[in-house]
């Protein structure tokens, strides 16, 4: 599918994500690839605006007609007249398919709904864009999604490219279903699962607020972007949205598709274990498996200057939880973070555990697994766990 | 272990029929002298390829290739924004055509004094 796109009068190059995070448009053209061409108008839609939301501020034509409920979803979340309407709303599938990239967090996704298809996302080049980031291996993703042995759909994008600042990456986090939408009626889709955790959905992480966020627009079932989804009759599904990257990490390593876990981007043969992801993901591991820190780098590398430098971090609460956890801590370059924080186990075990609501979210026909999952595998919040998630940040 | 007597002339025979299913110490000696050559042989060609791998390494001129790929890389990057600037134009291009073209559809809308709905084009996504 090729997507082109025009700014209305009173749209700029530089836009907003729903993170409130300032976005600059590079071009107005990409392509998804693997998806069919008969997709419901409303899928078609909900992709593009996946795309071009940043950009859009107060209409949007589509060059089909839409349904009167996906129209009334964009105008309550978004103040944004969109048309033309006049198509039947597409009735909700009975799959839930993963959003698969391969990482920690959409594996255990992935371990709790055992027989759901994957969608996974591949980058590909812009035929516009020069590629200054080859260093994303994207091939090497692709390849090990292959290998899970799940039943899994393949779909290619240069979308990514289509946001030049802060780089190339979705234009909004939502972008990452574009194809799974179009193969929604394919797949029979009801549901779409994310691998987002506690503290993307909860916690305001990432770039987001770094607070409580029980209206999170981007990923509460109540917010603007949950109810765009629900109205193509694809829920957002949130499977380990209660649980910490302590936890999706455990699962992951326990898990049937552990020998495919890949959190790294630049790595080929295994994780390059030199970028920042790499370090921040070993900081969780060692905590989890109780073992020092296994790093080559030092407290020199670019990676480690981000933990010399005073709070708040990104993924606050795993910082805590791995200072709190790791032996010998005090001698690696995360030293300097220790004077920031009084983590200890008994503060931060409540990361241990699942937060109630996030399984509530979840649409009663998926809910059950989930919570059943949960209940073997990981356990609830006690009251006093679940205030720590109710005051984080605030 | 056990002795069997043997008859001399069995003996000769057996043991002649052994030797000839050796090599002479004549042909040793040349064999040896063969290999000799062949080592010297490869001692010089060594020699030469050496030389010729340290001609190669001194001839190369490092400080002006360097130069050269700084620039080149200089280049590339300088490029590479440059197109990034040119993207960014083409879209403001269109949406100033697409401005023009919507308000020279309600000029001619305004001059009829009927405006339609629908008439104007604003600008939004297409896909395909």
Same mark, same amino acid.
């Given at each position: 599918?090729?997507?082109?796109?025009?700014?209305?009068?009173?749209?700029?190059?530089?836009?907003?994500?729903?993170?409130?995070?300032?976005?600059?448009?590079?071009?107005?053209?990409?392509?998804?690839?693997?998806?069919?061409?008969?997709?419901?108008?409303?899928?078609?839609?909900?992709?593009?605006?996946?795309?071009?939301?940043?950009?859009?501020?107060?209409?949007?034509?589509?060059?089909?007609?839409?349904?009167?409920?996906?129209?009334?979803?964009?105008?309550?979340?978004?103040?944004?007249?969109?048309?033309?309407?006049?198509?039947?709303?597409?009735?909700?599938?009975?799959?839930?398919?993963?959003?698969?990239?391969?990482?920690?967090?959409?594996?255990?996704?992935?371990?709790?709904?055992?027989?759901?298809?994957?969608?996974?996302?591949?980058?590909?080049?812009?035929?516009?864009?020069?590629?200054?980031?080859?260093?994303?291996?994207?091939?090497? =993703?692709?390849?090990?999604?292959?290998?899970?042995?799940?039943?899994?759909?393949?779909?290619?994008?240069?979308?990514?490219?289509?946001?030049?600042?802060?780089?190339?990456?979705?234009?909004?986090?939502?972008?990452?279903?574009?194809?799974?939408?179009?193969?929604?009626?394919?797949?029979?889709?009801?549901?779409?699962?994310?691998?987002?955790?506690?503290?993307?959905?909860?916690?305001?992480?990432?770039?987001?607020?770094?607070?409580?966020?029980?209206?999170?627009?981007?990923?509460?079932?109540?917010?603007?972007?949950?109810?765009?989804?629900?109205?193509?009759?694809?829920?957002?599904?949130?499977?380990?949205?209660?649980?910490?990257?302590?936890?999706?990490?455990?699962?992951?390593?326990?898990?049937?598709?552990?020998?495919?876990?890949?959190?790294?981007?630049?790595?080929?043969?295994?994780? $390059?274990?030199? $970028?920042?992801?790499?370090?921040?993901?070993?900081?969780?591991?060692?905590?989890?498996?109780?073992?020092?820190?296994?790093?080559?780098?030092?407290?020199?590398?670019?990676?480690?200057?981000?933990?010399?430098?005073?709070?708040?971090?990104?993924?606050?609460?795993?910082?805590?939880?791995?200072?709190?956890?790791?032996?010998?801590?005090?001698?690696?370059?995360?030293?300097?973070? =220790?004077?920031?924080?009084?983590?200890?186990?008994?503060?931060?075990?409540?990361?241990?555990?699942?937060?109630?609501?996030?399984?509530?979210?979840?649409?009663?026909?998926?809910?059950?697994?989930?919570?059943?999952?949960?209940?073997?595998?990981?356990?609830?919040?006690?009251?006093?766990?679940?205030?720590?998630?109710?005051?984080?940040?605030? | 272990?056990?002795?069997?007597?043997?008859?001399?002339?069995?003996?000769?025979?057996?043991?002649?029929?052994?030797?000839?299913?050796?090599?002479?110490?004549?042909?040793?000696?040349?064999?040896?002298?063969?290999?000799?050559?062949?080592?010297?042989?490869?001692?010089?060609?060594?020699?030469?390829?050496?030389?010729?791998?340290?001609?190669?390494? !001194?001839?190369?001129?490092?400080?002006?290739?360097?130069?050269?790929?700084?620039?080149?890389?200089?280049?590339?990057?300088?490029?590479?924004?440059?197109?990034?600037?040119?993207?960014?134009?083409?879209?403001?291009?269109?949406?100033?055509?697409?401005?023009?073209?919507?308000?020279?559809?309600?000029?001619?809308?305004?001059?009829?004094?009927?405006? !339609?709905?629908?008439?104007?084009?604003?600008?939004? !996504?297409?896909?395909?």
């Amino acid at each position: 599918m090729e997507l082109s796109f025009r700014l209305d009068p009173e749209d700029e190059i530089t836009g907003k994500a729903s993170d409130d995070y300032p976005v600059k448009l590079a071009t107005n053209s990409c392509s998804i690839g693997g998806t069919p061409a008969d997709a419901h108008p409303d899928l078609f839609a909900l992709a593009a605006w996946t795309i071009v939301a940043p950009w859009t501020r107060k209409q949007i034509t589509f060059d089909r007609a839409i349904s009167p409920g996906l129209a009334q979803a964009l105008h309550d979340g978004w103040g944004i007249e969109a048309g033309p309407v006049g198509a039947e709303p597409r009735p909700a599938g009975s799959t839930l398919a993963i959003s698969y990239s391969g990482g920690a967090d959409s594996v255990a996704a992935a371990t709790m709904y055992a027989e759901a298809p994957f969608v996974h996302f591949r980058r590909v080049a812009h035929p516009r864009i020069p590629n200054r980031w080859t260093h994303y291996r994207s091939d090497v =993703l692709a390849e090990l999604a292959a290998q899970t042995g799940r039943e899994l759909a393949m779909v290619t994008s240069d979308l990514e490219f289509t946001l030049a600042e802060p780089r190339p990456g979705y234009p909004e986090h939502h972008a990452v279903a574009a194809g799974a939408l179009l193969l929604a009626d394919r797949l029979n889709l009801g549901a779409l699962g994310f691998g987002y955790e506690l503290g993307s959905r909860w916690l305001g992480g990432d770039r987001y607020l770094g607070h409580f966020t029980p209206d999170n627009r981007m990923w509460a079932a109540h917010g603007a972007w949950g109810r765009l989804f629900a109205a193509v009759g694809v829920h957002i599904v949130l499977p380990v949205g209660g649980v910490s990257e302590a936890v999706t990490m455990r699962l992951a390593l326990e898990s049937g598709l552990k020998d495919q876990v890949r959190w790294c981007l630049r790595g080929t043969d295994g994780p $390059c274990r030199v $970028c920042g992801k790499c370090l921040y993901k070993e900081l969780i591991q060692a905590a989890v498996e109780r073992r020092p820190l296994d790093t080559p780098l030092t407290a020199k590398s670019k990676p480690a200057q981000k933990w010399l430098e005073r709070p708040p971090y990104g993924g606050q609460e795993m910082v805590e939880y791995g200072l709190a956890r790791i032996p010998d801590i005090e001698h690696t370059l995360f030293a300097k973070a =220790l004077d920031y924080f009084d983590a200890t186990e008994e503060s931060t075990s409540w990361l241990d555990h699942c937060y109630p609501p996030a399984i509530d979210e979840i649409p009663p026909r998926w809910r059950d697994q989930a919570n059943a999952f949960i209940t073997a595998n990981v356990g609830y919040m006690t009251p006093d766990e679940i205030r720590r998630v109710e005051t984080w940040g605030l | 272990m056990m002795r069997v007597l043997v008859p001399v002339r069995l003996r000769k025979a057996v043991r002649t029929w052994f030797d000839s299913r050796y090599i002479s110490i004549a042909d040793h000696r040349q064999d040896i002298r063969d290999a000799l050559w062949e080592v010297r042989t490869l001692r010089r060609e060594m020699a030469t390829l050496q030389s010729e791998v340290e001609r190669l390494r !001194t001839a190369r001129p490092q400080v002006a290739d360097k130069a050269k790929i700084d620039d080149a890389r200089r280049l590339a990057q300088e490029t590479a924004k440059a197109l990034d600037g040119v993207l960014q134009n083409e879209v403001l291009v269109w949406q100033a055509i697409d401005d023009l073209r919507s308000r020279h559809h309600a000029a001619t809308a305004g001059a009829a004094a009927a405006p !339609t709905a629908g008439a104007a084009e604003p600008a939004g !996504t297409e896909g395909q």
